[in-house]
């Protein structure tokens, strides 16, 4: 089992959308890392929900893995903002898991708040640079976060 991290605006997709949904495919990521990570995702590996771009961003809630990364379907559709011209059916580039909504944390865990933790050295997220969508996160990191909204 694994654990993740993955990023959204909650204006575009917020963990209140993933309660109501159930379940999404992770679409739109267009970064060749963040694409690597979720092709490695397995069927039960736990999921922290981050809102960037928020005031505050933070973590705030837990989700797992549905079903393994398949082919992304935004990119063959050319009303979609992350159509990819030079992806085909036969060869896609882009990628994505299924995740299912698990809880919504009893508080935001802010940005700033991770960043005074000094068990979370280490994590991704909290290294100068560190933009990307999805990263994996340590088992230690995934359950100090989650501990931290209770």
Not at 55 to 84: C, I
Not at 130 to 149: D, N, Q
């Amino acid at each position: 089992m694994a654990f993740w991290l993955v990023k959204t605006e909650p204006d575009v997709y917020s963990i209140d959308d993933l309660k109501r949904d159930r379940s999404t495919d992770w679409t739109g990521v267009r970064n060749y890392q963040a694409r690597n990570y979720l092709r490695e995702m397995k069927i039960g590996d736990d999921v922290l929900v981050y809102h960037s771009n928020a005031e505050p961003p933070g973590v705030v809630g837990t989700a797992a893995v549905l079903k393994a990364a398949a082919p992304d379907k935004t990119q063959f559709d050319p009303r979609s903002e992350y159509f990819d011209e030079k992806s085909t059916k036969e060869a896609p580039r882009w990628f994505c898991p299924e995740i299912k909504f698990l809880r919504k944390l009893h508080r935001i865990v802010p940005l700033e708040e991770l960043r005074a933790e000094k068990g979370l050295s280490g994590l991704l997220l909290l290294q100068k640079g560190s933009r990307l969508s999805v990263i994996p996160v340590s088992e230690k990191h995934f359950t100090s976060i989650v501990s931290l909204a209770e």
